[in-house]
């Protein structure tokens, strides 16, 4: 827990904050509203006797009373997806409409993407890329087992990444779920900081910056960019999208969120950020008793 | 993996992956004028076999034909999708849009295997699309539900034809399919894919 003391300063009640962070996680899953509604989710998992509580922010997420969400029948026929309470949050900020074109830029291993399909009622095209062609297998393992059929998968470097293989040319919405530390995933992997460092850090808030770039690009004006990541550090959240504030034509805007959590930074070791970074959210693992993560909402302005 | 249906007893041989690369250089003689298919790119079938030009693809109404001739899903079900060929004979359907052809890792989810003597549609397609069918399939009682979808071949009564059928069971009082199953000689046996396989 020694990379997190740089917190103690933004973090109210950081003693809770550390005590939530050693808990282990339980399972939450999704229901994937392609295959069935939340309703018929819930009757099957009552069928096998498995117990689960809906989330009271959002009705597709249940937290399952049990250890293994993927040995249900509900998981067997596609009800469900094992899925972390908060990465639920970035497709939903995102809010992608039937019909529309929406880019996953780091997509593997799908979980966000059969999201993103089962929210435009899979009527449209979402693009599903990653530059790791192992973790696509595992997407597109998942992308049928959900039976999403409006996902195209490629397999290309997102900073630079090209529209060829498609007859349009910008995307009305994207998600960049990027690589990140993953310090918010500490209660589901327990080594989650093992290799955590600072250079590390600033490596990867590089490639961050290149990818959020290319999807602010590779969106239509007045369309809309999601960046988000499982981490804490601000290097790889504020200042990213700071920096791509500054370069790229677009800006941070409100949403709503229905979970606890606190507002972006706008200065964070000596260095301050555009005003608007206050309208991301921040979510620590005590506030709602889930991982931890960092959204932010942009709109294309040119 | 996903387009990996790995199956067991005589049907593996129809199946197997390495098939793939071998038909691609295959060129059926009576189609000698037209072109070879391609496998690294997905090429949108043509609507019909007179707008065919590369040998040996199926067309569109041939695939909507199949579904509907053998388990009466109507074809107006697919009115909002496209079918697509990548590598030889294996199907995709997807919702979304793309110019043919495009070379990509994946359109929508692999659904039909032509290009052998009988077609073979995908586990993950019957549970997409399985609920319209009202032929060819097979209710499963809990306990040859929970055999079929760990894998299990079992000897069972059914008195349509054989060959592959939709196995479906009732799940929460409605009728769930379960899988794709090939039915022969008294038998069914479960093609649900390895990693799909669950001891539920
Ligand atoms: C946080 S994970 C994405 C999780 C995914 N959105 C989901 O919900 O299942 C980040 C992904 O980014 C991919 N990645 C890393 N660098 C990339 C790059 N330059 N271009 C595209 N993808 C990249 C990694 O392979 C990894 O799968």
Redesign the pocket.
Known sequence: MEPFERYRPIIDDFEAFLAACERSLGSAVRVNTIKATPERAMATLDVESVGYEQADWDPRVLRLETDSPGSTWASFHGFTHGQEEV?VIPPLVLDPEPGERVW??????????TQLAALIDDRGTVVA????LG?LSA?RFNAERLGATSLAVTN????NYSLQPFDFDEFDRA?V????SCEGTIRKNPDALDEWSMGHVRSIAG?QT??LRRAVQATRTGGTVVYST?TFAPEENEAVVDRVLAREDCEVVPFDLALEHDPGLTEWDEETYDPSLAEAARIYPHQNDTGGFFVAKLEVTG | MADDERVTGADAADTADTEDAENAADTDAIDGELATNEGERFDRLPATSAERTVAGRVSRKEVLEYYDERFGIPPETFADYTFWEKGAGKIWVYAGEAPSPTAVESLGMLCLRTRQEHWKPTTDFVQRFGQHATECVIDLDPDAAARFVAGEDQELDWDGDWGYLIAAHEMAGEREPLGIGLYVYDELRSLIPKGRRRDL
């Open positions: 990465s996953d830029a780091c997509a593997a291993p799908g979980s966000k993407a890329n990653d530059n790791n973790r997407l290309d470097d997102a900073r998600l779920d990027v690589p990140c490639i290149g990818i499982c």
